[in-house]
């Protein structure tokens, strides 16, 4: 193909009153940015509800907020005390009574109750049943769903910490036997009005529910191994009148991982792991015949996009089935028609669109719709075959910022279509600029064309940005993502050192000042790239995985690396040629790491190991530990999201900056000795 699409370099700004106030943000004002997120639609269709994440600078809490339907200002109902979390989940009960929230204060998760009608939210109590002489103690909750009628609330909640072993900690006896002295995840049915509960008997280990239409009815979805050992759900249907009438689902796919009744609740719809051979996380969806036990999936023949497994909604005809879709750098939504497989894809006008809500079977939808020059901002609309009308939302985005217009860039290497976005400073206008080339995570990660602050703070500093889906990216086909499998750190590499080409073909790029930037297995591609080859003058590693051996042994799960390299003591040759650390004998560019210190998902242990051997091997290399950080939490702070550290964001981003200011100099000084 080799060809590159894209209209004349345009910078856009929203909401500005001059223009001469218009700017790329500065690391210090990405403090400032909120976000939004959750937008759910109340039944009188007067109000939208949504969870917005407070600015950097405020304290990073999420708080509920009302926007209005009619045009007139958003309003924060909820604030939180200085030992919660924020809010979280907001769900209106169908008789628009009340909201109810999750909130975690205390040390605990707690179901909250927020009426309409005046008055402050109230936790909803609910205590498992002590053993004898035991007193009894609150539950944590974890999730909840309100049936179709209103009258139940199905809660997921964690068991309370035992008093035995309360006491042992404060006695320092508090040795933790593995996979032993784990609390059990239970589910309880609340009264929606008069919030009495009852434990389903026989049921933990809960994954997720799903209500049938008529209430009466819930699917269970629980898991009979540890997920470390692969996928094992098991589908319950549990009677609400009575919960312990319990019916197991025969035939049920172990990899179910979300599931839906028809409205007639004959069949289920669910999305399970994808039929051909593809990476833990790629899904199918099936219709399932509760009588017959027969499978049949419908989306066998999609070659061009990704199905993310976050809903499935069944339309009131049992005729189709609403999912998220995600094609290239786009992401939007689709019906499949449950008889034929055919799909129809929904433009609601902008190329990122995330948390579509319909309230009811037949009401109007309320989404999340973002682009790279619009922040993402809650939209409503009456049916999914036009544009949404935007809900005027409190401040996110401080006016005056300026937001980078991406080329579209499309070539082919070695079977497959690779596509990038390329983001030009106003300096590119009148010479060569500098790139940064930002690798996403995953690897079943992608970018779309949506709002980035890091982004706009790289074009902020004069430099053009690059960002790309290599195969193994989700978005264009299971034969795409299955592409990496005993292949990551080659195909993938070449294909985004590819793209750095096209870049350079098309735009004014100054080759001899690239640096390369990515985050957990972006991060892992830094590493590759630091081996692989000397084009970059700064290259900056976020949470990577360096070892395949000690990562498997190490993180938090390891059976979704287990298709990309099987298990490492079975296939040496494989998992090692897949590490970055296989390279390091061959690395010469300045590299930066950047570390949580509570990260389960890439362990500390991976960064040090490759400071320690480029240390040894003499190249330029810092790095940066960042303690209470886990794996998400610093990588909202790399991306410039908000966070709950008031200054690790600022700090990591300025090392950032400064590096990679640095190296196109040729300053970034040598180890100590």
């Not at 004002?29 to 937008?39: D, F, G, H, N, W």
Request: proline residues 8%; glycine residues 8%.
């Amino acid at each position: 193909m080799n060809r590159y699409v894209g209209g004349v370099f345009a910078l856009f700004a929203y909401c500005v009153p001059s223009f001469a106030q218009q700017h790329f943000p500065t690391n210090e004002e990405l403090r400032q940015l909120r976000t939004i997120a959750s937008p759910q639609l109340s039944p009188d269709q007067k109000h939208v509800v949504a969870v917005i994440t407070d600015s950097t600078a405020t304290g990073g809490k999420t708080h509920l907020w009302l926007l209005n339907t009619d045009g007139q200002p958003a309003r924060q109902l909820t604030f939180s005390p200085a030992d919660a979390s924020g809010e979280r989940s907001p769900e209106y009960l169908p008789d628009n009574s009340a909201i109810l929230f999750l909130s975690r204060r205390d040390n605990k998760s707690s179901l909250y109750r927020l009426p309409l009608d005046g008055g402050e939210a109230s936790p909803v109590k609910l205590e498992r049943p002590p053993t004898p002489g035991e007193t009894p103690l609150a539950v944590s909750v974890g999730s909840f769903s309100v049936s179709p009628d209103g009258q139940t609330i199905a809660v997921i909640a964690t068991d309370p910490e035992p008093a035995a072993r309360t006491k042992d900690k404060r006695d320092k006896k508090d040795v933790e036997w593995v996979e032993h002295d784990e609390l059990e995840h239970r589910l309880y049915l609340l009264d929606a009005k008069t919030f009495a509960s009852r434990e389903v008997p026989a049921l933990v280990d809960m994954d997720s529910i799903a209500w049938s239409e008529q209430s009466d009815k819930l699917l269970v979805l629980t898991h009979a191994r540890l997920r470390d050992l692969g996928p094992s759900a098991i589908g319950t249907i549990v009677s609400v009148k009575d919960p312990s009438a319990q019916e197991k689902v025969k035939g049920l796919p172990e990899s179910t991982r979300r599931a839906a009744f028809t409205n007639k609740s004959d069949r289920l719809v669910i999305a399970a792991k994808c039929e051909q051979d593809a990476p833990e996380g790629c899904a199918d969806v099936f219709v399932f015949d509760l009588a017959t036990a027969k499978l049949r999936n419908l989306t066998s023949s999609l070659k061009d996009g990704t199905i993310a497994p976050d809903q499935l909604n069944v339309s009131p005809d049992d005729s189709s089935v609403l999912v998220s879709l995600t094609r290239g750098m786009k992401r939007t939504n689709a019906s499949i028609n449950l008889a034929t497989g055919g799909m129809k894809v929904f433009d609601l006008g902008l190329p990122t669109i995330a948390g579509l809500r319909q309230q009811g079977k037949a009401g109007p939808y309320v989404y999340v719709g973002s682009s790279s020059t619009s922040p993402g901002l809650v939209y409503m609309v009456p049916s999914l075959d036009q544009p949404g009308h935007k809900l005027a939302p409190p401040e996110l985005v401080p006016a005056a910022w300026t937001a980078g217009a991406p080329k579209t860039i499309l070539f082919e290497r070695a079977g497959f279509n690779i596509e990038g976005l390329l983001y030009l400073p106003p300096q590119a206008a009148s010479g060569k600029v500098p790139l940064v080339v930002n690798v996403h995570g995953g690897p079943r990660g992608q970018f779309t064309d949506t709002y980035s602050p890091l982004t706009n703070l790289l074009l902020g500093q004069g430099w053009a940005v690059l960002i790309t889906n290599p195969r193994g990216s989700t978005g264009y086909g299971v034969a795409f993502e299955a592409a990496n499998k005993d292949d990551m750190g080659n195909g993938d590499y070449l294909d985004i050192m590819a793209a750095v080409d096209e870049a350079i073909k098309s735009a004014p790029i100054d080759a001899d000042k690239m640096a390369l930037i990515g985050y957990s297995y972006g991060g892992e591609m830094a590493g590759f790239v630091e081996g692989k080859t000397t084009r970059f003058k700064a290259i900056i590693s976020g949470a990577p995985v360096i070892d395949q051996f000690s990562e498997y042994g190490t993180e938090a799960g390891s059976y979704g690396d287990r298709w990309y390299t099987g298990q490492p003591w079975r296939h040496f040759e494989s998992a090692w040629r897949q590490s970055p650390l296989a390279y390091a004998e061959h690395a010469k560019t300045p590299f930066l790491l950047l570390q949580g210190q509570t990260d389960t998902t890439d362990p500390e242990g991976q960064s040090k190991e490759y400071y320690r051997a480029l240390r040894q091997e003499g190249v330029s290399v810092q790095m940066l530990l960042f303690p209470r950080e886990d794996h998400g939490a610093l990588g909202a702070n790399f991306a410039g999201q908000p966070s709950t550290e008031p200054w690790a964001g600022i700090i990591a981003r300025d090392h950032m900056i400064k590096f990679m200011h640095d190296g196109f100099a040729g300053t970034i000084p040598p180890n100590k000795p």
